[in-house]
């Protein structure tokens, strides 16, 4: 398997432009999480889907953040309209339940968001 | 979930042991004490996964004492390349973890020296 797969790797866009970051997560895997990287705020989870519906958005900082997965092996982040604070390095992982148990998370290589 | 509390930075040489410990005074029954490591530009791996006593893997071992309320990963003969952020994470790994969040704290911060 690949491991989970993000797009793209890197993103400079102009404030007040939409960005749509993406992440096709392990085949297999039924739990998928969207991170929020900064030196300031550390690793920030801002949501997490179990079996493509969303289960916890509550660390999506605002309305301008909105999360989609509309079937197993895709899922999209957008900020619309970004801002300069948005500028970091977003991760998705995506996590098995096998059984009654759940594996280890594996991630994704990240996108680093630079909006100027 | 279990807060955890881990030491922000720890520095070593090639070739020590190098031991972080991880405090989560009130783990839960069902919980589990995870480590992953994170590499500059890089999303987290997975380290390493115990519940009571001892783990070792290839990479790592895990020491969880009777009480549970700590647990120490202890990474052999340390190299250059495993500088890096080292995080605890406790949580229950059943299948109600689905709903688990997976929250990571601050983590340590390792840097092995020449």
């Known amino acids: 398997d690949a491991g989970v797969i993000q797009s793209p790797r890197h993103e400079v866009t102009e404030m007040g432009q939409e960005v749509t970051l993406r992440c096709k997560p392990i085949?297999?895997?039924?739990?998928l999480f969207w991170y929020r990287q900064t030196m300031m705020r550390g690793l920030e989870l801002l949501i997490y889907?179990?079996?493509?519906?969303?289960?916890?958005d509550s660390g999506m900082p605002e309305d301008r953040f909105s999360a989609k997965m509309p079937n197993a092996s895709f899922s999209t982040l957008k900020i619309q309209p970004s801002e300069p604070r948005d500028s970091a390095v977003y991760f998705c992982?995506?996590?098995?339940?096998?059984?009654?148990?759940?594996?280890?998370?594996?991630f994704g290589q990240g996108t680093r968001l630079t909006v100027v | 979930l279990a807060k955890t509390t881990q030491p922000i930075s720890m520095d070593s040489y090639e070739g020590q042991e190098v031991n972080i410990t991880c405090s989560h005074n009130?783990?839960?029954?069902?919980?589990?004490i995870t480590w992953y490591q994170q590499f500059p530009s890089q999303g987290p791996r997975f380290i390493i996964q115990?519940?009571?006593t001892k783990v070792t893997n290839e990479v790592a071992s895990l020491f969880i004492p009777a009480d549970r309320k700590s647990s120490t990963l202890s990474l052999p003969r340390v190299s250059l390349s495993d500088t890096a952020v080292y995080y605890c994470?406790?949580?229950?790994?059943?299948?109600?973890?689905?709903?688990?969040?997976?929250?990571f704290g601050g983590g340590t911060r390792v840097l092995v020296k020449p």
């Open positions: 009130n783990i839960a029954t069902n919980d589990y």
């Open positions: 085949s297999g895997h039924n739990s």
């Open positions: 994470l406790v949580g229950d790994r059943g299948i109600k973890a689905a709903g688990n969040k997976l929250t």
């Open positions: 889907f179990n079996n493509n519906v969303p289960i916890d």
């Open positions: 115990g519940y009571k």
């Open positions: 992982a995506s996590i098995r339940t096998a059984g009654r148990l759940n594996t280890e998370a594996f």
